[in-house]
């Protein structure tokens, strides 16, 4: 039967890498590039909490890098620009973590939307931690104790009415074990093309 629509053949590299997108500016690039992928250093009243955000839709990463670009913090700024960083990531390594998933963001997927508004009403950690709601601000596992590995699912419009974007989705990291998988990538970008940056023009 013919197909009138097909997709991509599901064969190599397409079945043995997932690609994903980041998008920020020049300078978070070259922060990035330098130091690693630190999801402490994301912001914590987020989706899913305290983390190192990425989606597999290269517009919707282009939206966020000139989100980030016309941010305050760079509104006055010169020299910086919009850009795209790809990351191909094994497929197989990536089911070796612990990974949260959702497939639907409707107003009925209770699940999705009690660790969206649990995690977007936290605050960043303080030392010692506050003994409120707010002192879990992130995604944990079973054991109590350590976080998800990684979240994917999708990404809320207005999470207080839990609407969600459509057509979207987001997979973000939390430990260092997910982040190895990034930062093994970055570290051997000038030998391999499974890690690339783009500046956005349009």
């Given at each position: 039967m013919a197909i009138l629509n097909p997709a991509p053949s599901w064969q190599p590299p397409r079945n043995e890498l997932l690609t994903l997108y980041h998008g920020c500016t020049t300078k978070d690039r070259d922060k990035i590039e330098q130091d690693g992928v630190k999801p402490e250093k994301g912001r914590p009243n987020t989706d899913f909490g305290q983390g190192f955000y990425t989606t597999t839709l290269k517009r919707q990463a282009r939206h966020w890098a000139w989100a980030r670009f016309y941010a305050p913090?760079?509104?006055?700024?010169?020299?910086?620009?919009?850009?795209i960083l790809t990351f191909q990531v094994e497929r197989h390594e990536l089911a070796k973590l612990a990974v949260l998933s959702f497939q639907l963001g409707d107003y009925n997927q209770d699940d999705y939307w009690s660790l969206v508004q649990h995690c977007r009403q936290s605050s960043a950690p303080s030392d010692p931690k506050p003994h409120t709601i707010n002192s879990h601000f992130g995604p944990q596992a079973e054991n109590g104790g350590d976080w998800y590995d990684v979240v994917c699912g999708p990404v809320a419009a207005f999470w207080e009415q839990r609407s969600a974007m459509?057509?979207?989705d987001q997979f973000s990291f939390h430990t260092t074990a997910a982040v190895k998988l990034l930062n093994d990538l970055i570290s051997k970008k000038n030998t391999s093309s499974r890690y690339s940056s783009q500046i956005v023009t349009n």
């Open positions: 913090e760079f509104a006055h700024a010169s020299g910086y620009q919009p850009v459509q057509d979207s």
